[in-house]
């Protein structure tokens, strides 16, 4: 725990002042509660299929022949590091502001491509879309301006506290 938070005098050292955070966070339901929003929001966004579909994928194309194997790569891929499960991960299109990679789509009357496994696993993103991130850094943030005084922090009207 960073020295910038403090527990309005309450706790010294880092080690006390994790440790204060800890049991007053583990009296209360907010991390769960957190972490169910979180999820929700990455379920709407259809990123936990995006996770199915490409561990199916690594599995089914022999890319992948264990739980631990398909973990390591789908980990890499979502922290956005290559992996040689993954291929070459390279993409006709640009990147977006979030860097992931969007391919050209097909014209209005025409057919779209078949599924193809293979292509997919090498250009998914499934990295954590950024509106997730900051809904659970803004989350994270209201829990512990309830446990802690957080130096640095702007008030509501903008000035410093």
Same mark, same amino acid.
């Given at each position: ?78 922290? +956005? ?11 006709? #299109? %640009?990147? *977006? =502001? /979030? &860097?992931? !990679? ?36 803004? +989350? ?11 130096? #640095? %922090?702007? *008030? =509501? /009207? &903008?000035? !410093?506290?």
């Amino acid at each position: 725990m960073p020295s910038s938070a403090s527990t309005n005098g309450a706790s010294s050292t880092p080690d006390a002042l994790e440790s204060d955070l800890l049991v007053k966070l583990s009296a209360s339901s907010a991390l769960e509660d957190l972490q169910e929003n979180l999820l929700g929001s990455l379920h709407r966004l259809g990123w936990t299929e995006k996770i199915t579909t490409l561990a199916t994928e690594l599995l089914r194309a022999g890319r992948c022949e264990t739980f631990d194997d398909v973990m390591a790569a789908v980990l890499a891929s979502a922290e +956005g590091r290559p992996h040689p499960a993954l291929g070459s991960k390279a993409t006709n #299109g %640009e990147a *977006t =502001s /979030n &860097g992931s !990679k969007e391919t050209n789509g097909t014209k209005k009357g025409h057919k779209e491509p078949p599924f193809d496994p293979l292509k997919y696993i090498e250009e998914v993103d499934v990295r954590i879309p950024l509106p997730v991130v900051e809904e659970g850094v803004r +989350g994270l943030k209201d829990i512990l301006r309830e446990v802690a005084d957080l130096e #640095g %922090e702007s *008030t =509501s /009207n &903008g000035d !410093k506290k």
